[in-house]
């Protein structure tokens, strides 16, 4: 093999190596100076999150052994103290005081669910990971629904959709389905009205994408809108869900952003590891 081909082909490994070196890089912490919050923490030794167990973003471990708790919010958690150097510290809080530690100092992040909010949004930063919404199931034997293939196709004169009255279907349904007949019944503590399915009053009704994997398995012979895995990442009546930050370090939330956005993929399988098992 002469020179020039030689010379070809080491360029041409070169060249094959870049994007792989790109695909692998990591977000690099900022330098000392550029965020007073990434500073505190490492001179701390420790990443103090504010944390409230809630499935499927953070499930909480009863057993007593074990890591206190699993899922996308945590899975993140465990990163940014990797990447910062430092061990992770959780703040036990309630759902009245996850937003207010932030102000107060007592919590380097919420990494306690939080619906992203107007409201919210005015107070602290998101770094927005996943979302609450709906699922429709019936039964799979129903004639009317049983060869339909979307959540649009229930969006018919001959489908009956039941919901609680009093909760947020009551207002998205008569929206999302202006065709369908809406069957509104009293909430009995149950995720979803599975009586008015099961009876054959109602042909849909709406559930939590966080409650249909476990009422799949304990009620079986149903069918679930959008099909399959599709619920889990549904769209219907979505709220942004994620961990807050407060607004008074942009550098740390740009870089809790970045961070996330190289794991991406990760996160979102975690999730759906936990919705599953």
Not at 2 to 12: D, M, W
Not at 205 to 232: E, M, N, S
Request: glycine share 8%; net charge negative.
């Amino acid at each position: 093999m002469g020179l020039t081909s030689v010379l070809r082909g080491v360029a041409i490994g070169a060249a094959l190596l870049v994007p792989l070196a790109v695909a692998s890089a990591e977000t690099p912490v900022p330098a000392p100076g550029v965020s007073p919050k990434i500073d505190q923490i490492k001179e701390r030794g420790t990443l103090l999150v504010a944390a409230i167990g809630e499935f499927p973003w953070l499930p909480e471990n009863t057993t007593g052994s074990g890591p206190q708790f699993s899922g996308p919010a945590w899975l993140l958690a465990e990163e940014y103290a990797k990447r910062l150097g430092v061990e992770l510290e959780v703040v036990p809080v309630s759902h009245e005081t996850k937003v207010p530690i932030l102000a107060a100092g007592g919590a380097d992040i919420t990494i306690a669910p939080l619906s992203v909010t107007p409201q919210r949004q005015e107070v602290v930063d998101f770094v927005t990971y996943s979302q609450s919404s709906l699922c429709l199931f019936g039964k799979a034997d129903n004639p009317k629904i049983k060869d339909l293939t979307s959540v649009d196709d229930l969006n018919s004169e001959d489908i009956t959709i039941a919901f609680f009255t009093g909760t947020p279907p009551e207002n998205w349904a008569p929206t999302r389905f202006p065709k369908a007949q809406l069957h509104g019944v009293a909430g009995s503590g149950a995720n979803a009205p599975v009586e008015e399915i099961m009876a054959g009053r109602a042909d849909v009704a709406p559930i939590d994408y966080a409650a249909w994997p476990t009422l799949a398995k304990q009620v079986p012979g149903l069918i679930v809108f959008p099909p399959g895995d599709a619920c889990l990442q549904s769209q219907e009546m979505k709220t942004d869900v994620g961990l807050a930050v407060d607004k008074a370090d942009p550098a740390f939330y740009a870089w809790l952003q970045a961070v996330y956005d190289d794991i991406e993929d990760q996160v979102k399988a975690e999730e759906l590891r936990i919705l599953k098992n």
